[in-house]
């Protein structure tokens, strides 16, 4: 089946078309040019072929468990979505109504990162707040990056060769979230109601005790709206060093011997460890770690760094594996957990969950 799968980041979009589980076409644009003008959609169906169907990335789903078809309606409650996932949810909801006023005839499919973590258990996904809060099941711990996991999921037990696999996914990108899997199922993950939750990341704060928020807003230092800029976009990496967050600057301007970015990366490490910690507590046994996203790809010097800190739990990297490139074994033969790095591919994953629910046969 030939799908045209659109993954809207932040400020850009990557866009695949896949036919029988594979990427034949790939280009990624930029994401104000792909909203504005619908020729780009038109463009590249003129230059790969037609699809037979459309898959759009949404960042939030609420508690629906799997994919669903885009109508009026579903855009509607999605768009309704967008304060949880700022950075994400609005473009998707932009770029799934623009495909369907542009190709009316072709079924666009809405498929979701918090699927995959809806069968959380009752004690990762509830907070500690009033049961006249929680009673709806609406503000709860939803997860995110589920494509990503679930792919990353899926590659483990193939490299692995084996179905009963316990394990954890590191997506490290722009974003940060550590999740524990156990037979392919979420069972926690350390992003909750937002994406803001867990790690440090680019420039989104990760957690934070509620209590200085309080105080931050009560002392009028700021207002609720500022107050979320500076959490999504004025933080992490870039709001302790003063650049962009990119990592690529950041790790560059610790190089030159910058004092603010080498705190930041420790404190970025020591977080992380700690996600990776207590994630390891939700399973029976640890089997592997897969490392996924575009840190994990490009900078595989600093996943050296942070499993260096990560010696109490097995895990241990062989350096001229870490160098390697592709979907890759990272540890030394001896290891006790076995470590990978994947890459993350949230294309195959739009599609396979298009093509299931359109009632073909997922790819393989």
């Known amino acids: 089946m030939r799908i045209l799968t659109l993954n809207p980041g932040s400020s850009s979009m990557k866009v695949s078309l896949v036919e029988d589980g594979e990427s034949v076409h790939a280009e990624t644009w930029a994401a104000a040019e792909a909203v504005s003008d619908e020729r780009a959609v038109r463009e590249a169906i003129e230059r790969w072929g037609r699809p037979q169907a459309i898959a759009v990335r949404f960042v939030h789903g609420g508690s629906r468990p799997g994919p669903a078809l885009v109508d009026s309606e579903l855009l509607r409650q999605l768009e309704r979505l967008g304060t949880l996932a700022p950075l994400h949810q609005p473009l998707s909801v932009d770029i799934a109504?623009?495909?369907?006023?542009?190709?009316?005839?072709?079924?666009?499919?809405?498929?979701?990162?918090?699927?995959?973590?809806?069968?959380?258990?009752?004690?990762a996904s509830r907070y500690?707040?009033?049961?006249?809060?929680?009673?709806?099941?609406?503000?709860?711990r939803y997860g995110f990056h589920g494509l990503s996991c679930q792919y990353s999921a899926r590659r483990c037990a193939e490299l692995l060769a084996a179905s009963d696999v316990q394990m954890l996914c590191c997506h490290l990108g722009a974003g940060v979230s550590v999740t524990a899997i156990r037979n392919g199922r979420s069972v926690d993950t350390s992003m909750g109601f937002t994406p803001l939750e867990g790690a440090v990341m680019a420039t989104r704060s990760g957690s934070v005790d509620p209590g200085l928020l309080l105080h931050v807003l009560t002392t009028g230092e700021a207002d609720v709206d500022s107050l979320a800029d500076t959490l999504y976009h004025r933080s992490g990496l870039a709001g302790m060093t003063g650049t962009s967050g990119d990592l690529r600057e950041v790790l560059a301007v610790r190089a030159a011997g910058e004092d603010s970015a080498e705190t930041a990366v420790a404190v970025y490490l020591h977080r992380?460890?700690?996600e990776i910690g207590a994630a390891v507590t939700s399973l029976d046994r640890l089997d592997a770690v897969v490392f996924t996203g575009g840190v994990s790809e490009h900078q595989p010097g600093l996943v050296g760094e942070l499993v260096d800190g990560l010696g109490v739990l097995g895990l241990r990297t062989d350096p001229a594996r870490l160098a390697g490139s592709g979907d890759r074994v990272i540890s030394p033969?001896?290891?006790?957990?076995?470590?990978?790095a994947v890459t993350a591919?949230?294309?195959?994953?739009?599609a396979r969950e298009a093509a299931a629910l359109l009632g073909a046969t997922a790819p393989a």
């Not at 033969?333 to 990978?340: D, K, S």
């Not at 591919?345 to 739009?350: A, K, P, V």
């Open 97 to 123: 109504r623009l495909v369907r006023a542009a190709l009316p005839d072709l079924p666009v499919v809405a498929c979701f990162d918090t699927a995959f973590h809806s069968g959380l258990p009752e004690a």
């Open 128 to 140: 500690a707040l009033p049961r006249a809060w929680t009673a709806q099941n609406r503000l709860r």
């Open 272 to 274: 992380l460890r700690r």
């Open 333 to 340: 033969p001896e290891a006790p957990v076995t470590l990978f």
């Open 345 to 350: 591919r949230e294309d195959l994953e739009l």
